[in-house]
C-alpha cells in the first residue's frame, strides 16, 4: 500500500471525507493477495473495485480454498446468473470456512443448478405487470423504476437474476423516458422506487437526469433508492454522490443487509455519510437457510443496524427463483424468529415479514398470531410471554 504522505498527519476534524475513508481503508481492509500491488488510493476508488471484481475461478481460488461443491456452481453459474465480486466484499470472507455468509451469498455453489417444481424465473411476476420496458406498475399509488441491470456484486439469491443477461442493456435513457412520460400520465402514482440492477452504479449525471426528472413531475411526492451498494461497495458513497442526493431530498434509501458480518466501519462511514446529510435509511433482509435463519443471528443484525442508524423494514421470504432450494426456509422459521424479536427487543428492530405472493401477488404480511379469540365484542390476545388479556370493543 502505498504511504498516503500527509494524511496522518491531520486531524480527525481537519480531514475530508475522502480521506477519512482512506484512512479506514488503511487500517482496516484485508488487502487480498490477488491485489497486492493495489494501494489505499485504488482500493478506494469504487470504479477500480468495479473494474477489478472476481469473475473466474482462477481468481476466486486466490482468494478462498474453494470446495468441490463451489467449483461445479462457478462452472455452471453462467446459465442462471454470472459471477461478480468486488475485491472489498470478497475480503470480508473467511477463505477457510465454506459456511462463511458472506461467501454463501456470493460463490456460486452446485445446488443452483438444480430447479424445484415451485420455483420461477419471475417469482414476483414483475414482467407481466410492467406498461413499458423497466417499469412496473403493480400497487395503485407507485411504481418500480428499474434504471439499470448491473450490480456491484451477483447475489446468488437475486430475485431478478433473469435481467442480469450478458449483452442485454436494455435499460438506458430511452427506456427512461417512456417510464417518465407513463409517470406523467398516471397522476394516482406518488410513489417512485428506483431500482435494478443497482442504480447507485450509473453516473452521476445520469441519476440526477432521473432525479431531476422525478421531481419535476407535481403528483409524486415520495422517491426511494434500492442499492445493495452501501453493502458490497461502500467506496461509492462519496462526496460527490452525496451531494446529488441530498440536492433532490427528500430521497429514501432501501438497503439490503443479510448478516452482521456485512456491518464493517467502512460500511457505517457510507452510511454515516448518507445519514448526516439527510437521507433516511431502512433495510430489507433476505431470510436465507445457514445464512441468518436462527432468532440469535437474525436479532444481532437488528441491532446492528440501529446502531449505524440504518431502520430494518422487512424480512422477505426468500423468493422462488430457479435454483433457490438451498436458499429457502420454510415459512414457520421466519414466523418463530418474528416470535423471537417482538417483545425481546425494541420495537425499531423488529421489521416486517413478508411473503412475495408467487407469481405477481405483492408483499403478503405474515406474523405470529397474537388473537386467541373474537367474538362478541371481546378480543382475547395473548403478548410475547404467553400471557392472555381481553380487550373490549366499545359499545
Not at 251 to 276: G, P, Q, Y
Amino acid at each position: 500500500m502505498s504511504s498516503l504522505k500527509g494524511l496522518n498527519n491531520k486531524s480527525q476534524e481537519q480531514e475530508s471525507p475522502e480521506e477519512t475513508a482512506i484512512n479506514l481503508t488503511r487500517k482496516e481492509s484485508r488487502f487480498i493477495s490477488l491485489y497486492e500491488e493495489a494501494t489505499a488510493l485504488d482500493w478506494e476508488d469504487w470504479r477500480w473495485q468495479l473494474k477489478n471484481r472476481i469473475t473466474t475461478e482462477e481468481q476466486l481460488s486466490k482468494i478462498i480454498n474453494l470446495t468441490d461443491e463451489e467449483k461445479a456452481g462457478i462452472d455452471g453459474c453462467g446459465k442462471k446468473l454470472k459471477m461478480a465480486i468486488t475485491p472489498y466484499f470478497a475480503s470480508l470472507m473467511d477463505p477457510k470456512n465454506p459456511n462463511c455468509p458472506i461467501r454463501m451469498q456470493c460463490v456460486p455453489r452446485g445446488a443452483e443448478l438444480i430447479t424445484s417444481e415451485e420455483e420461477m424465473t419471475d417469482p414476483c411476476g414483475e414482467d407481466k405487470d410492467s406498461p413499458v420496458e423497466g417499469l412496473v406498475h403493480r400497487y395503485p399509488d407507485r411504481v418500480l423504476f428499474l434504471v439499470s441491470e448491473v450490480c456491484a456484486t451477483y447475489c446468488r439469491h437475486c430475485t431478478r437474476s433473469r435481467i442480469f443477461t450478458e449483452g442485454r442493456k436494455k435499460l438506458g435513457y430511452k427506456s427512461y423516458e417512456k417510464a417518465f412520460d407513463y409517470i406523467r400520465s398516471n397522476k394516482s402514482i406518488r410513489d417512485v422506487l428506483i431500482s435494478g440492477g443497482d442504480p447507485l452504479l450509473l453516473s452521476n449525471e445520469a441519476l440526477e437526469h432521473i432525479l431531476k426528472t422525478l421531481k419535476e413531475i407535481p403528483h409524486v411526492e415520495f422517491i426511494r433508492i434500492g442499492t445493495r451498494v452501501p453493502v458490497t461497495l461502500p467506496q461509492r458513497i462519496n462526496h460527490d454522490l452525496v451531494k446529488i442526493l441530498k440536492k433532490y431530498s427528500p430521497v429514501w434509501m432501501s438497503l439490503h443487509f443479510n448478516h452482521a458480518k456485512e456491518i464493517t466501519k467502512r460500511v457505517k462511514f457510507a452510511c454515516d455519510m448518507l445519514v448526516d446529510s439527510g437521507i433516511p435509511l431502512g433495510s430489507q433482509t433476505v431470510l436465507l437457510k445457514g445464512i441468518n435463519d436462527s432468532s440469535s443471528t437474525m436479532k444481532r443484525l437488528m441491532h446492528e443496524l440501529l446502531k449505524i442508524r440504518v431502520r430494518p423494514y422487512y424480512i422477505y421470504q426468500c423468493d422462488p427463483i430457479v435454483g433457490s432450494k438451498h436458499f429457502r426456509t420454510k415459512v414457520s422459521t421466519g414466523i418463530n424468529i418474528m416470535e423471537n424479536l417482538r417483545g425481546h427487543t425494541t420495537g425499531y428492530g423488529v421489521p416486517t415479514y413478508v411473503i412475495d405472493g408467487p407469481g405477481g401477488g405483492g408483499k403478503i404480511p405474515i406474523s405470529p398470531n397474537y388473537i386467541v379469540s373474537y367474538e362478541k365484542g371481546k378480543c382475547v390476545i395473548r403478548n410475547y410471554k404467553d400471557e392472555q388479556f381481553t380487550y373490549t370493543d366499545p359499545a
